[in-house]
């Protein structure tokens, strides 16, 4: 079982950067692939990243390439999200999740969500 918290949106300019925390008060931590969405006003959930936890299981979506950085701490269980040159339209609830398996594309057999942290950035 997973227990999810999200930390660190806030109000942030254009260009600048935040870095999103999300705590696993569970278990099973290490065994799950970990991701980050999010949902902007009127649309639906989107994939983020996710990591399994090597630089090679490390999974993006376009528009956050370059410029997102996903990690993870198994000794703390927490995943990372640095995001950079924030944009306008990176404005959303940021969600982490675990889940059995990643890629590119999304997530699936999502095993439970944080409760999101909101992320505003203002042009």
């Known amino acids: 079982q997973v227990q999810l918290v999200e930390s660190g949106g806030g109000l942030v300019q254009a260009g600048g950067s935040l870095r999103l925390s999300c705590v696993d008060s569970?278990?099973?931590?290490?065994?799950?692939?970990m991701g980050w969405f999010r949902q902007a006003p009127g649309k639906e959930r989107e994939f983020v990243a996710a990591?399994?936890?090597?630089?090679?299981?490390?999974y993006y979506a376009d528009s956050v390439k370059g410029r997102y950085t996903i990690s993870r701490d198994n000794a703390k269980n927490t995943v990372y999200l640095q995001m950079n040159n924030l944009q306008p339209a990176d404005t959303a609830i940021y969600y982490c999740?675990?889940?059995?398996?990643?890629?590119?594309?999304?997530?699936?057999?999502?095993?439970?969500w944080g409760q999101g942290t909101q992320v505003t950035v203002s042009s």
């Open positions: 999740a675990a889940a059995n398996g990643c890629s590119g594309r999304g997530c699936s057999l999502i095993k439970g």
């Open positions: 569970g278990r099973a931590f290490s065994r799950y692939f």
């Open positions: 990591t399994l936890g090597s630089v090679s299981s490390a």
